[in-house]
């Protein structure tokens, strides 16, 4: 397995703001997943990060909205921007491990958009 | 396109008894299958898997699930539920290799509440 942290693991923020959520692991991996969960609803995958190449966006989520960063094996960031309440969901990254068929997921970053 | 379907939104149950958190998936392609389980207020856990072999797969706290390909479905058992083993469960699926690699699909969650 894997130790993954976030930063901030939570925050409230005003509409037209953004937000940038860091994901630390304790490992290098290539594979690096970011999802939503909105409030009483399942995991969306927003976007693939995987190091040295673009991040692929799933279907409903653009780079505009929630650009990322992998710098390198161990870190990557997603901003959500321009943010309104409908943005209000805890944000979870995830790292693929065993050849990417294992995700193993961070803490979490509920955020609040009021 | 993958999609999962958890039965059931929410389970009710006393404790030692045993239970049964239903999950069926679609997909053209081979698949692997996970459960995870979120605890109150906790972060998500892999539970068990399926990747190959053996279709039943058991996880270090009493939990199987098996594997039934021709009925697309990974049902999770615990033959008794302790107080401890309240949380939300997820089913989730990947496609086994092509464009889609290490990719999940959730479904909506099942929330097991075990009352003593």
């Known amino acids: 397995s894997a130790v993954i942290s976030q930063k901030p693991s939570r925050d409230i923020c005003q509409r037209g703001t953004s937000l940038t959520i860091q994901c630390q692991v304790d490992s290098q991996v290539t594979m690096m997943f970011w999802y939503r969960q909105q409030p009483g609803q399942s995991l969306t995958l927003i976007a693939t990060a995987n190091q040295g190449s673009e991040a692929t966006y799933e279907s409903g989520f653009v780079i505009d909205k929630f650009p990322i960063s992998r710098p390198n094996l161990t870190f990557s960031t997603l901003t959500v921007s321009n943010m309104s309440p409908e943005d209000s969901s805890i944000y979870l990254c995830?790292?693929?491990?065993?050849?990417?068929?294992?995700?193993?997921f961070g803490p979490g970053t509920r955020l609040t958009v009021t | 396109a993958q999609s999962v379907t958890q039965l059931d939104s929410q389970v009710p149950v006393f404790e030692e008894a045993p239970v049964e958190l239903r999950c069926n998936y679609s997909?053209?392609?081979?698949?692997?299958l996970f459960w995870y389980v979120q605890y109150p207020n906790q972060g998500l856990q892999l539970l068990l898997k399926y990747l190959s072999g053996s279709t039943l797969v058991e996880s270090i706290n009493g939990f199987e699930a098996e594997f039934n390909k021709s009925q697309t479905s990974f049902h999770l058992r615990k033959p008794s539920v302790h107080i401890s083993d309240t949380a939300e469960y997820f089913c989730a699926v990947s496609d086994a290799g092509g464009t889609s690699y290490g990719k999940l699909t959730f479904g909506q969650g099942t929330i097991l509440t075990v009352h003593p």
């Open positions: 997909s053209s392609v081979s698949v692997y």
């Open positions: 995830s790292v693929g491990l065993a050849g990417g068929y294992e995700q193993y």
